[in-house]
Structure formats: structure tokens, C-alpha cells
């Protein structure tokens, strides 16, 4: 009867270390998460080849750099904003869906209250949603008034190998204001923020260690009250910013054309739980350089295991 040396017996463990690990790796899945801001995937007024239309579609080479960034990136679930009415997400949808993918299943698109409100959030998915919620009656006093959220909250939940966790996607009030009282719409959008991270708190209050995320176009800086109101209450913290970097480790995702300076304004907040989730060192900006053709902003995403 043979038996084994020291030396088989270390490669015979190491070798069911490997399995056993193999096992665990199969058992669990990689979700990719992304925002896309789209600039205007509507008709509106433009400059096209150097004249001033009124009412014009979002020019076709634009569109079909849209779609060669969210290809490129492949995202799971797709958060979007600046989407237009119902037959331009139609139309996203679709093409993407018809022409070499990512083939999204699953879609949610949101309606507004305000009638001139033109841009809209949505959702593309590969996984079903367990529930969706449309949020288009959030206000908030505004002065001597009462506001409303123009875009809304975009509520989509999921549940993977049994674990639940949320989305909420979101497009804070732009900086641009008539109001004299409120330069750069600071006091408004610290509301709306304020408004929207209290609807979420009702959802998950304190101890419920919830997994979600909050995403999406915030129209602000890090150290803004807007992201501060969704980062922590008092000592509680409610998310963490998911670190996000180009491949030349620039942190921008936005581009002012008309003040040629570059911000960070889009982000993926995530809960403590959903954090311990996230997938080292996967947080990324889109940059490749039709991006910068597809939108004023540039898609970022993160993984997260299931």
C-alpha cells in the first residue's frame, strides 16, 4: 500500500483549496452598476453644423456614441438621466437591443409632474426588478413657498442569490437659476437632496443595515451640502462615496463647454452594507474619446458581488 509524502500531501490540499475556492467564486456574481447622463437625448434647441435649430432630435453620431459607450462598458443595471419622453427611451432601447447590445430585458422609465419638464430618468437592466417606484411628488419648502423635485427619485430594487438592494436614481436641480435670492440654485438643491435622503431614510431607518446605492447626476461637488445631506446625518454615516478614476487617474465627469472647465458632479453612493460589496479598485470613469462626442458628461460604474 502506497502512501503519501509530505510533499503530495501539501498539493493534495492545496488542490482542494483551489476547488473549494472555485465552488465559492461560481456560487457568487459580479454586478456591474452604472450612471449615464445623456445630455439631452430629446428635441431641443441646438446649434447643428453651425445653425440654430428649435426643436431638433439628438444628432444621430452622438446617439451612436451613446450606445459604443454603454457597449464598451457593458453594464449589468444602467442608471440614465436626460432621457427623453417615452419614444426616445423606446428608441434607445431598442437600438441597443438591435445592435449588438449590452440586450437589456428589463426597463423603467419615469414621468414627471412638471409639464415642462423634458428630461427624464430611467433604468435598463439585465435582471428583473422585484419592485419599482416612482417617485414624481417630492416637495419641500422653498423660501416662502413649496418646491417640487422636477425630475423625482427612480426606486428599483432587486434580489440576487438572496440578497436584496436597491437603486435610486436622481437628477439634482442644474446650477442655472433666475433666482437673484438663491445664486447657482445651492439653497433649492440642498432641499431637494434633503427631501430625497429623508424619503430614503424612512425607507431604511437607522439599524436596518440596508444595501442600496444612490446615483446619478447631483450637479455638485463632494463637499457640497447636497452630498453631504445623503453622506451622513450627525455622527451616522448613511453612504460612501465609490472611488471612481479614468485610465490617466482623472476624477472628472463633466464638462463645461462654455467655461472649458472640467467637474465632478455624477456619483455612486453606497450604503455601509452595499460598500462591503463593492469589488476593489473596479470603480471607473468612461474615457474613451467618443465619449466625449455621446454626452457633457462621461458614464461611470462599479462592480459589486452577489
Known amino acids: ?39 439631452n437625448y430629446l428635441s431641443c434647441e441646438r446649434i447643428v453644423d453651425g445653425k440654430w435649430r428649435p426643436d431638433y432630435p439628438k444628432p444621430e453620431v452622438e446617439k451612436k456614441a451613446v450606445r ?5 462598458v457593458n453594464p449589468d443595471i444602467l442608471a440614465l438621466q436626460e432621457i427623453g419622453d417615452y419614444r426616445y427611451f423606446l428608441e434607445l432601447w431598442t437600438d441597443l437591443n438591435s445592435t449588438g447590445g449590452p440586450y437589456y430585458k428589463h426597463a423603467v422609465w419615469m414621468p414627471t409632474e412638471e409639464d415642462d419638464e423634458v428630461r427624464h430618468l430611467a433604468y435598463f437592466s439585465k435582471f428583473e426588478p422585484v ?20 425630475r423625482g427619485l427612480l426606486e428599483v430594487s432587486f434580489n440576487l442569490n438572496d440578497a436584496k438592494f436597491t437603486l ?14 438663491d445664486p447657482l440654485a445651492k439653497i433649492r438643491r440642498e432641499k431637494e437632496a434633503r427631501s430625497m435622503r429623508d424619503l430614503i431614510r424612512e425607507k431604511f431607518p437607522p439599524g436596518s443595515n440596508p444595501r442600496y446605492l444612490v446615483l446619478g447626476d447631483f450637479n455638485d461637488h463632494k ?18 462615496v465609490v472611488p471612481c478614476v479614468d485610465s490617466r487617474g482623472h476624477k472628472w465627469t463633466h464638462y463645461f463647454k462654455k467655461q472649458d472647465s472640467y467637474s465632478r458632479i455624477d456619483y455612486l453612493l453606497t ?3 452595499m ?8 470603480g471607473w470613469i468612461m474615457d474613451d474619446k467618443r465619449s466625449d462626442i ?3 458628461h462621461r458614464l461611470i460604474y462599479a462592480d459589486f458581488t452577489f
Open 131 to 150: 419592485s419599482v417606484k416612482k417617485h414624481t411628488n417630492i416637495s419641500f419648502k422653498y423660501f416662502n413657498g413649496l418646491e417640487k423635485s422636477g
Open 275 to 282: 460598500f462591503s460589496r463593492f469589488v476593489p479598485n473596479s
Open 294 to 296: 455621446a454626452s457633457d
Open 168 to 181: 435610486f436614481n436622481l437628477h439634482l436641480k442644474s446650477m442655472w437659476t433666475e433666482r437673484s435670492d
Open 68 to 72: 459604443f459607450s454603454i457597449r464598451t
Open 271 to 273: 450604503s455601509p452594507a
Open 223 to 240: 463637499n457640497s451640502a447636497p452630498l453631504s445631506r445623503f453622506l451622513s446625518v450627525n455622527k451616522t454615516i448613511l453612504t460612501n
Open 1 to 39: 500500500m502506497s502512501t503519501l509524502s509530505g510533499g503530495e500531501d501539501s498539493l493534495r490540499f492545496f488542490l482542494i483549496l483551489v476547488f473549494l475556492g472555485h465552488l465559492s467564486l461560481k456560487s457568487s456574481e459580479v454586478v456591474r452598476v452604472a450612471s449615464f447622463n445623456l445630455q
